[in-house]
Structure formats: structure tokens, C-alpha cells
């Protein structure tokens, strides 16, 4: 296999084109280390160093110091990965190190998400924002039944209660028109229409 480009990429880090094809990107200390040139052909112990051993860890490392500032779930963090340039082999390497050791797991990440925003957001829109993180629609739904089992979930009715007190919303003096508007907004907050009129109709 021929090195047939080695192109700056910043300041510091270098792409490396393999047979006119983008293999990896690597730092100008470790191109000069491994003897890497344009138009010389690579040796396979050295390719499998690279792609066993200096990229791994270097993904791992990214990975780590990503965690230190807020948790990912699988899918943001192999996004996150891919868009530094790394391979999916590498990428599948670091993502078994993260499971290994716990720090990167869906169920919990679910778990966690469900106890932060079971009292802020209605279910429809947990469920949402998670599948917008990747995460398996029946995880969601497997956690879900959980809490729901242990009672663990948010009141809706409740929290509707709580929103229109919150808007001054009174079911006695409202008209048509403040009636949809507040449905509207309720809905689009992802309650379920059932639930918003059968609250709106109570009195508070």
C-alpha cells in the first residue's frame, strides 16, 4: 500500500491518504517517528501500530475527556468521534473501552434523563428528546414501563394543573379563544389532547 498524500490539516495534525484514499489523521512528531512519506509505501506492522494501538488510544483519550464535561449517550458519542476523523474500527475499540468501564451506558443515560425532566416535561417529549440522542426507541420504552411500574414517573395531570395556574388560566371565565390558545400551547409541549381537556375542565 502506497502513502500517495500526507495534507495539512492544522497546524499540528496531518491527513494520510492511502492508496488515493483517506485512511487517518495523524501529528507531525509521530509521521517523522514512524518514517511515513508521500510516495513511499507503508509497511503493515506499522499500519496495524497505527490502527491497533496509536489511534485507539488517542479515541479513548478524546473520548474520556468529552465525558469529563457532561455524559453521551453511544450514538453522540460516536458522532463526536467520527467528526474528529476517526475510523469505525478505532471508533468501535473506544466504544467497547467506554462499556467496559461503565462510562458510557444507554440504560443509565435514560434513567438519569427520565429523573431529571419527569416533573419539567410530559413523556411524549422525553421520549422525543431522546430519540433525538440516539438512543433505541425500545430502551426508551423499556425504562419507561419500569418507572411506570415503580410509580416513578411525573403526574401529567399535575403538571398541566401546575402550568395553567402558572398562565392565570381560569376554566370558568376563559373564552373559545384563550381555551385553544392554551391548548395549543399545551400540546405543543407534548401532552396528550386528552389530558390537556380533560384538566382544563377541572377546577383549580
Do not use: C, W
Not at 451506558?105 to 433525538?132: C, G, P
Not at 389530558?195 to 377546577?203: L, N
Amino acid at each position: 500500500m502506497l502513502i500517495t498524500d500526507i495534507a495539512e490539516y492544522t497546524r499540528s495534525k496531518y491527513k494520510i491518504y492511502i492508496d488515493d484514499v483517506f485512511a487517518f489523521v495523524l501529528y507531525k512528531g509521530e509521521i517523522h517517528k514512524l518514517g511515513l512519506e508521500k510516495g513511499k509505501k507503508i509497511k503493515d506492522e506499522t499500519l496495524e501500530l497505527i490502527q491497533n494501538e496509536i489511534l485507539p488510544k488517542r479515541a479513548k483519550l478524546r473520548a474520556m475527556n468529552l465525558l469529563q464535561k457532561r455524559p453521551y449517550t453511544e450514538y453522540e458519542m460516536r458522532d463526536k468521534l467520527s467528526k474528529n476523523l476517526y475510523g469505525n474500527e478505532v471508533i468501535d475499540i473506544a466504544i467497547d473501552y467506554l462499556k467496559s468501564f461503565g462510562y458510557i451506558d444507554d440504560k443509565a443515560y435514560v434513567t438519569q434523563y427520565i429523573d431529571t425532566y419527569t416533573e419539567q416535561r410530559s413523556v411524549k417529549t422525553i421520549i422525543n428528546k431522546l430519540m433525538q440522542k440516539g438512543i433505541d426507541k425500545r430502551l426508551i420504552y423499556e425504562v419507561i414501563e419500569e418507572k411506570r411500574e415503580n410509580d416513578e414517573l411525573g403526574n401529567e395531570d399535575a403538571m398541566i394543573k401546575k402550568i395553567l395556574q402558572k398562565r392565570g388560566f381560569d376554566p370558568d371565565t376563559a373564552d373559545i379563544k384563550e381555551i385553544a390558545k392554551t391548548a395549543r400551547f399545551l400540546y405543543s409541549k407534548g401532552f396528550e389532547s386528552s389530558a390537556i381537556s380533560r384538566v382544563m375542565k377541572q377546577d383549580f
